[in-house]
């Protein structure tokens, strides 16, 4: 595809439940980020992967947050046990190269309602 | 760890210019990055500042002072559609993530 396809776009979980969300970067971009974004608010970090070099998952908020990346193509986020303080859009972004400045391209998010 | 500070609003008229202020503290640098969100949409790079001095893009400037760890984005000739979100971010040293700040919300009045 032209550019990061996220899916779902919507999902709505029962509080308790594990969900899965999906992340297609553009072909050949080497770097990708996960941020989670409250309603009105920033962009949390969540975590950094650049090609296959160790990820940085400094911003994980808790253990039942993890996220895989397969070499340079897709990644998943995995939050276990949702709780309604995950509720959110949850969005990745690719980037083509690791340097300082290069432009980040985002998908549309997943957001992610958990009742 | 990092930190960045930008007003969370500001209201301005069409035609006019406005400059968004964002000051930083980071352990370690490589350049501020300025992002546009709308709303319900996905956020859209602007410019990045690696030196100190002035970026121009069209109607969009963007500024850097290392030594005093700030940086403005100054939009200039404004119109209704750059009502939006506008988020400063940071390089730190050593991966090179993006941490982003809270956020300005810009709303152009005609």
């Known amino acids: 595809g032209a550019g990061v396809s996220q899916s779902p776009s919507n999902k709505v979980t029962e509080k308790g439940k594990d969900v899965e969300l999906r992340c297609d970067p553009i072909s050949g971009h080497t770097a990708l980020y996960w941020y989670r974004q409250r309603l009105g608010q920033g962009l949390e970090f969540l975590i950094y992967f650049q090609g296959n070099s160790a990820p940085d998952k400094s911003g994980l908020p808790s253990d039942r947050f993890s996220a895989e990346r397969t070499g340079e193509s897709v990644s998943t986020l995995t939050i276990q046990r949702t709780q309604q303080e995950d509720s959110a859009v949850y969005l990745c972004a690719s980037s083509p190269r690791q340097a300082p400045g290069t432009e980040a391209f985002f998908g549309q998010g997943t957001r992610l309602t958990v009742v | 760890g990092q930190s960045l500070e930008q007003p969370s609003e500001v209201t301005a008229v069409e035609g006019a210019i406005v400059q968004i202020n964002c000051t930083y503290q980071?352990?370690?640098?490589?350049?501020l990055s300025w992002y546009q969100q709308h709303d319900g949409g996905a956020p859209t790079f602007l410019s990045y500042n690696g030196l100190d001095g002035l970026e121009e893009t069209g109607r969009f400037s963007s500024f850097l002072s290392r030594s005093d760890s700030y940086g403005y984005l100054l939009l200039q000739e404004l119109q209704m559609k750059d009502s939006a979100s506008y988020f400063c971010a940071v390089t730190p040293g050593g991966y090179n993530k993006l941490i982003f700040g809270a956020g300005t919300r810009l709303a152009v009045h005609p």
């Open positions: 980071t352990s370690g640098f490589y350049g």
